[in-house]
């Protein structure tokens, strides 16, 4: 036998008594030595594993021994220690496994990471892992990483084989499902991590003073990290007793992906100027690990928001709130149902802007919102945490199939809030890893999918609102050839910032973090380049801009561009997996001579007095300045027009009913536009009827003439405070449906019939869109002139063209 492979000592399990703790110190001591401990479960006591080496097996022996002897005191000897354990047998491969996965098959291959303790032994475990793999053909890799006492290996080999290494002194204290990296995460580039990011810093260049700030509700920020410290213009926090500094690493996470989007790989390899136009800022809301707060969500959300409102009163400043923070999915309840909480009408009536009153003993929302204080709210749609390979693996074909899994898991409280903008992730990142421990990985997402990580609404009823309302990258993840390991790998994840605390200054992310991240960065933008909109405008322009990959319409459409499943299917299927798709910097900041944009701001009064009775109000006709004579010379062609209608509703978040003074919703929006044969009186005649019949519920709607061309139809899009749908048809058609209708279709205010509430104006961003697919043909310029604004001006204020009553 080689001399390297004998071992002078074992691993023992050693297990607590039932609602009993083990005398740890004990356990490591007089020549014994603690590798690991798992903590008590519902399920199983608390139990450790320790290394005996050859001469301590009779101080063991003595201490159990000696407990049938009593001390002076009349105690048992040794009792604190011998008491307390139940059993005492020899270890497993189980009892150092680290990870809540289950351990793959007994002779499945596999990817092991081993962790030896320099401390258990004075022989070279490495040099006898080395010869145990050679001795029995296993796959090791040829580096090892130091890391405080321990010494990290990783190998190839069955859970079977694995086995003989606990009977060698290369047995080690924890076993783990490997990570490996590469590329800018690769140990050897990682040593230039502190280069590379010395040099960014040197050539950003910070936002002007008074530009727009992504403000972060998270763990806190590290104020010192040299990418972000020019950037932050304040860091608070909402917790007593708890500073603003980042101890869990996440808020500064967010920072970086909130500065930097999904670039900053490429920045940090470049040598040009980067030029921010938006600050940072960051208000903590989650206590350091291991420390807990007994505050409602709603409470301490509503604390940070009027924290960074209130710490520089005299330095106004338009801010998008960013919180990556849902409530985890546990104890058999799977995320949320789309029903309002506390913490969720909370964000509605703040984004809203209803005013905050802070006081040591309580916390208001007080009256009625006042739109010129709304918040744009961003919410992370949350995570699917617990991907095991058996629920990704499509039963009948036997592919893999991650969409099962996320269409289960409903997003999470308060993503479902109707006037946050939710954010779920998709992913484009579908490469494998090219290190030798990933041989036979393939990605779970395909590029242009949904993200593994992603949750959905799927699940929904079909009368909750529709969440997520786009999608941002949120990465990927790796399978194993035989389909026993689901593995996280810096390469298809996100490089970002890292708290300085751990000596690194980058790192990777995955997930709705950094996706809903990579959207606070982009209404930023918006901000920055229309400082005009508001923000139900830049939530509307975020969606508006928004498009599904060819990946997410797979069998949708057919080859001809006609849809094989009905508008409720696409809805159910599409609408609620990635919301509207992915909107880009490009697509939010630019529209194209072939693709234009415009955005309507205006508000209308949606109930008004009339005696003692309370009726729907006003109506807001919009003439649309399409180039008519443009789009008759097209004749035939194919045109796209996209709406977008959003608007913020006041929350009446009890669970009483769902219609007349019950209904969540203070006020609810429609639009609908004229048909090519309709004139403006019967297109006026329509609305009412159909407004009337939809605040009654008892009456049917007629549909419109346009109704048939919409891609879902206002049946599927109209819930929520946020509706989007496409029209398409020929250019002469829509050459004669040059008005569209905004208009009201009940709500609590009416009902409430509340003096403070009738006859309140609401704001509304109306977004349309002109496309021509097929012909690249200049319907900007025409637009532009007809509007009488500068050309390449990509914004309009046009108004509406009269206000009527019902």
Same mark, same amino acid.
């Given at each position: ?517 990579? $959207?606070?960065? @982009? &209404?930023?933008?918006?901000?920055? =380049? *229309?400082?005009?909109?508001? !923000?139900?405008?830049? /939530?509307? +322009? ?24 009905? $508008?409720?299917? @696409? &809805?159910?299927?599409?609408?609620? =997996? *990635?919301?509207?798709?992915? !909107?880009?910097?490009? /697509?939010? +900041? ?217």
């Amino acid at each position: 036998m080689d001399p390297r492979l004998r071992a002078d000592g074992f691993a023992v399990r050693v297990e607590a008594s039932p609602n009993h703790e083990l005398k740890l110190d004990s356990l490591d001591s007089s020549g014994l030595s603690l590798m690991s401990v798992r903590p008590a479960t519902d399920d199983r006591p608390q139990d450790a594993v320790v290394w005996i080496p050859e001469g301590a097996v009779t101080t063991l022996l003595k201490k159990i021994d000696e407990f049938t002897q009593s001390t002076p005191g009349g105690k048992p000897k040794n009792n604190a220690l011998v008491a307390n354990i139940e059993q005492i047998e020899q270890a497993t491969i189980e009892n150092l496994w680290q990870e809540d996965q289950p351990l793959p098959d007994m002779d499945t291959q596999a990817w092991w990471e081993l962790w030896l303790d320099d401390a258990l032994t004075s022989a070279d475990q490495v040099a006898t892992l080395r010869a145990l793999a050679e001795a029995h053909s296993w796959t090791m890799l040829p580096r090892t990483m130091g890391i405080g006492q321990f010494r990290v290996a990783q190998i190839s080999t069955t859970r079977r084989q694995l086995a003989q290494v606990l009977r060698t002194n290369a047995c080690p204290s924890e076993i783990r499902k490997p990570t490996f990296a590469e590329d800018l995460h690769s140990p050897p580039l990682r040593e230039l991590h502190r280069e590379l990011v010395t040099d960014l810093a040197d050539r950003m260049r910070p936002a002007a003073s008074g530009a727009p700030a992504v403000t972060l509700l998270d763990t806190g920020i590290d104020q010192q990290h040299p990418l972000l410290r020019a950037c932050i213009i304040g860091a608070h926090s909402a917790l007593t007793a708890e500073g603003p500094d980042d101890n869990r690493g996440h808020g500064t996470q967010m920072g970086g992906l909130s500065l930097f989007g999904d670039t900053l790989d490429r920045e940090l390899a470049s040598n040009s100027v980067v030029q921010l136009s938006h600050h940072l800022e960051s208000v903590k809301i989650l206590p350091r690990p291991g420390r807990e707060h007994r505050r409602p969500n709603g409470e301490v959300t509503a604390v940070a928001i009027t924290t960074a409102e209130t710490a520089a009163p005299d330095e106004p400043r338009t801010r998008v709130f960013a919180m990556a923070v849902t409530l985890e999915s546990g104890n058999g309840i799977n995320g949320t149902d789309g029903t309002a909480t506390l913490w969720s009408a909370a964000l509605d009536a703040m984004a809203a802007g209803t005013d905050i009153n802070v006081t040591d003993e309580r916390i208001d929302l007080l009256g009625p919102p006042d739109p010129d204080q709304a918040r744009l709210i961003l919410v992370s749609a949350g995570n699917v945490r617990d991907h095991q390979p058996a629920d990704l693996i499509n039963p009948d074909s036997g592919a893999i199939d991650h969409f099962g899994l996320c269409d289960t898991s409903r997003i999470e409280d308060p993503a479902q809030a109707w006037n946050v903008l939710t954010v779920g992730a998709h992913t484009d990142v579908d490469h494998v890893p090219t290190d030798s421990g990933h041989e036979g990985y393939q990605p779970i997402a395909a590029r242009g999918q949904l993200s593994p990580h992603s949750r959905t609404s799927v699940a929904f009823s079909e009368a909750a609102p529709t969440k997520p309302d786009l999608v941002m990258e949120g990465g990927n993840l790796l399978i194993d050839e035989a389909r026993t390991w689901v593995v996280e790998h810096p390469s298809v994840n996100l490089t970002t910032t890292d708290r300085t605390y751990h000596g690194r200054l980058l790192t990777t992310m995955s997930a709705t973090s950094p996706a809903t991240a990579q $959207a606070a960065r @982009l &209404a930023a933008l918006a901000y920055a =380049r *229309y400082p005009q909109l508001r !923000p139900e405008a830049v /939530r509307g +322009l975020l969606v508006h801009e928004a498009e599904w990959t060819p990946a997410m319409l797979e069998g949708v459409y057919n080859r001809n561009d006609r849809r094989k499943i009905s $508008a409720q299917q @696409l &809805a159910r299927t599409v609408l609620r =997996r *990635y919301g509207w798709g992915v !909107p880009t910097e490009d /697509r939010v +900041l630019a529209s194209t001579a072939s693709a234009v944009t415009l955005i309507v701001q205006d508000e209308l009064k949606p109930f008004i007095r009339d005696g003692k009775q309370v009726r729907l109000g006003e109506l807001k006709l919009h003439e649309l300045p399409w180039p008519r004579e443009q789009l008759l010379d097209l004749h035939a062609a194919k045109v796209k027009l996209r709406v977008t209608l959003s608007y913020f509703v006041e929350p009446n978040p009890g669970r009483r009913g769902m219609f007349g003074q019950h209904t969540y919703a203070s006020h609810r929006l429609r639009f609908a536009l004229k048909g090519p044969n309709e004139s403006v009186a019967a297109f006026e005649q329509r609305i009412a009827i159909n407004a009337q019949a939809e605040d009654d519920s008892r009456t049917t709607g007629k549909p419109f003439d346009t109704d048939r061309d919409w891609l879902l139809g206002p049946t599927n899009r109209d819930r929520g405070s946020l509706h989007s749908d496409v029209w398409r048809g020929s250019a002469r058609e829509l050459a004669d449906c040059g008005v569209l209708a905004v208009y009201p279709a009940g709500g609590w205010w009416k009902y409430h019939n509340s003096a403070d509430r009738v006859g309140r104006l609401a704001p509304y961003a109306l977004l349309i869109s002109m496309a021509t697919p097929e012909i690249a043909a200049d319907l900007y310029t025409p637009t532009a002139i007809q509007l009488g604004v500068p050309i390449p001006t990509e914004i309009s204020n046009a108004g509406p063209i009269e206000t009527r009553l019902f």
